[in-house]
């Protein structure tokens, strides 16, 4: 019985002894055997308890025959500048503060990015603007990257141009040529070490633009409204060609260069807005667009057509209107690149004695009323500095009778003040016998006075509301109005 027991504790003395004092890490990341690492991997285990720090060796051959030896206080560390498309050896022992080590852990390995793969514009992308933005998919630890573009893809073109950026994801190109084909390559550097060149992608560029408004058809354009139609990014100049037959025979040209264009960015298009610039009145015309930029000109786009308005647009008094107040005013529509309007109006058909006179809007009130009870005919031109509008419609209104002006310069008298705000002074000279009506634009009598005398005359109007009135006077049995302004 002795014997057995001196057995046991000889055995269980030696297997103290043979135990580790400090556990072997267990490695986490990178997975064994990952690729597309990258040149500043972070390696990663689970901590283990009772270390004060980790002793890691990282190596290309698995044998770790000259290993670089790091050192963490934590669970993981960060590595820098590794090389490009290299494959690595890792392993990790923990060291308590005794100074014991663990053993070494298992070892993994990875393989490092070895070049950058680009994102945009897609690999034989079409309709590429020609001031082009190229985009990559970044490579984290890479602290330079080197871009070459050409027209041919042995890069060796005298297009070819070469650069590098130091931070960022994008490069821009120069403003290429209109619907040609390009290729580009990008690799990265960091100060160990250079990438292998990325995949060539290739891309074709945009040759001409579509137009979009106004719709081919269209009628009533206005001579200086906008034309709209896709633009190409990196364009300087637009060349607009107008002509009235659809081989463009004899075009003029519209130059618009980038402060006069309206450009509109969106994710899915790129628009440009012009003005016309001034195109005359009622004509129709075939129209297109050419883009161009320092290095080349594209083709032409599509052709629409448009039909410019003709004649004004008139209003008020209307056709054949009846009971127009003498205090009317003439109105009409506006057409945009108008400078100014040619209004005509008389009291005959063949406006052989119309009066004339040129109005920069769209209204017009005459100095003085018109007759009552008298037929007008009136019409309206629109004109600027390269046309007058060529046809017009002739209106033909009929004024009431109620408030016109007859003069008679048989009686001296004068109002004043005109425009008034509570009274107004009328002063008669030589009259025996005197009385005066007020009447609004209806033809009602709103106020009226009898027994007026020579001299200075005042008349009330507070109960009046503002407004154009006529004051008749009646002498002798003579009759004389004019027109007053109640503020």
């Keep these: 019985m002795k014997k057995v027991l001196t057995v046991a504790f000889v055995l269980l003395t030696v297997t103290l002894f043979a135990q580790e004092k400090i556990y072997t890490p267990t490695l986490v990341a990178p997975a064994d055997s990952a690729t597309t690492q990258k040149v500043n991997a972070l390696l990663d285990w689970n901590p283990v308890s009772g270390a004060v720090y980790y002793e890691i060796q990282l190596d290309t051959n698995n044998g770790f025959s000259n290993p670089a030896l790091l050192t963490s206080s934590y669970s993981a560390i960060g590595t820098s500048m590794l090389l490009f498309g290299q494959y690595y050896h890792w392993r990790v022992r923990?060291?308590?503060?005794?100074?014991?080590?663990?053993?070494?852990?298992?070892?993994?390995?990875?393989?490092?990015?070895?070049?950058?793969?680009?994102?945009?514009?897609?690999?034989?992308?079409?309709?590429?603007?020609?001031?082009?933005?190229?985009?990559?998919n970044t490579m984290s630890g890479v602290s330079t990257y080197e871009w070459q573009f050409d027209s041919v893809n042995t890069f060796s073109s005298a297009w070819f141009k070469t650069d590098t950026f130091m931070s960022g994801k994008t490069f821009n190109t120069i403003r290429n040529l209109y619907g040609d084909q390009y290729f580009w390559r990008v690799r990265g550097m960091h100060d160990n070490d250079t990438s292998e060149w990325s995949l060539t992608y290739t891309f074709w560029t945009l040759d001409s633009v579509d137009l979009i408004d106004p719709d081919t058809g269209t009628v009533d354009f206005h001579p200086i409204d906008s034309l709209e139609f896709n633009s190409i990014l990196g364009t300087t100049k637009y060349q607009l060609a107008f002509d009235t037959d659809t081989m463009f025979t004899a075009p003029f040209y519209q130059m618009a260069d980038s402060s006069a264009i309206y450009i509109t960015v969106s994710p899915n298009d790129t628009l440009a807005k012009v003005f016309a610039d001034t195109l005359p009145y009622g004509t129709k015309f075939f129209w297109k667009v050419r883009l161009i930029n320092p290095n080349d000109t594209s083709k032409w786009s599509n052709v629409f057509d448009l039909t410019t308005v003709g004649k004004v647009t008139m209003n008020t008094p209307a056709d054949a209107a009846i009971d127009i107040p003498v205090t009317s005013s003439f109105d009409w529509d506006g057409i945009r690149g108008t400078d100014f309007y040619i209004l005509e109006y008389d009291t005959v058909a063949t406006f052989a004695s119309a009066t004339k006179v040129n109005v920069t809007g769209t209204s017009y009130t005459p100095a003085s009323l018109l007759e009552s009870q008298t037929d007008y005919y009136w019409r309206v031109r629109a004109a600027n500095s390269t046309d007058t509008t060529s046809t017009w419609d002739e209106y033909s209104f009929t004024t009431y009778y109620g408030l016109s002006v007859e003069e008679n310069s048989q009686i001296e008298w004068e109002i004043y003040p005109?425009?008034?705000?509570?009274?107004?002074?009328?002063?008669?000279?030589?009259?025996?016998?005197?009385?005066?009506?007020?009447?609004n634009i209806l033809g009602d009598v709103v106020l009226s006075r009898n027994s007026l005398r020579n001299g200075d005359n005042v008349i009330t109007l507070s109960d009046l509301t503002p407004g154009m009135y006529m004051v008749r006077l009646y002498v002798d049995g003579d009759m004389s109005t004019t027109r007053l302004i109640k503020k």
């Excluded at 298992?106 to 680009?118: C, G, H, K, V």
């Excluded at 994102?119 to 082009?132: E, M, T």
């Design 94 to 136: 923990a060291i308590d503060a005794a100074g014991d080590s663990s053993s070494w852990s298992s070892s993994r390995a990875f393989e490092t990015i070895y070049r950058p793969t680009l994102s945009k514009p897609l690999d034989s992308a079409r309709n590429v603007h020609v001031l082009s933005t190229m985009t990559i």
């Design 418 to 439: 005109n425009p008034a705000y509570d009274y107004v002074n009328i002063i008669l000279e030589g009259s025996s016998s005197a009385s005066v009506e007020i009447i």
